[in-house]
């Protein structure tokens, strides 16, 4: 059973900075894409950014320059820095792992975590 946790989330004034993180655990053996993903109240599921194995990186332009994806693959773990925050990018952050291969074989679905609540104020 592959399981996503995320932690990072909470409150900051606009301009500020949060760091998210999110740790895959499983029998896990490989991750082909890891990414993060948001949804305001109101509005549909987006993606915000999005890394693959090998490391390319896919951002949503309303968050380039601002935002930063990284991972880390032998720890199966997906960070997203986020500076210079607005009260737009106020949402629950979800994560995201695509490609999971594990001792059984590869997983044909994606996998998403629980989510965390990203708050900014003005």
């Known amino acids: 059973q592959v399981r996503l946790v995320e932690s990072g989330g909470g409150w900051v004034q606009a301009g500020g900075s949060l760091r998210l993180s999110c740790a895959a655990s499983?029998?896990?053996?490989?991750?082909?894409?890891m990414g993060w993903y948001r949804q305001a109240p109101g509005k549909q599921r987006e993606l915000v950014a999005a890394i693959t194995r090998g490391g390319s990186t896919n951002y949503a332009m309303s968050v380039k320059g601002r935002f930063t994806i990284s991972r880390d693959n032998a720890k199966n773990t997906v960070y997203l820095q986020m500076n210079n925050l607005k009260p737009e990018d106020t949402a629950v952050y979800y994560c995201?792992?695509?490609?999971?291969?594990?001792?059984?074989?590869?997983?044909?679905?994606?996998?998403w975590g629980q989510g965390t609540q990203v708050t900014v104020s003005s």
């Open positions: 995201n792992a695509d490609g999971v291969v594990t001792i059984t074989g590869p997983v044909y679905h994606a996998y």
């Open positions: 499983g029998s896990i053996l490989s991750i082909n894409a």
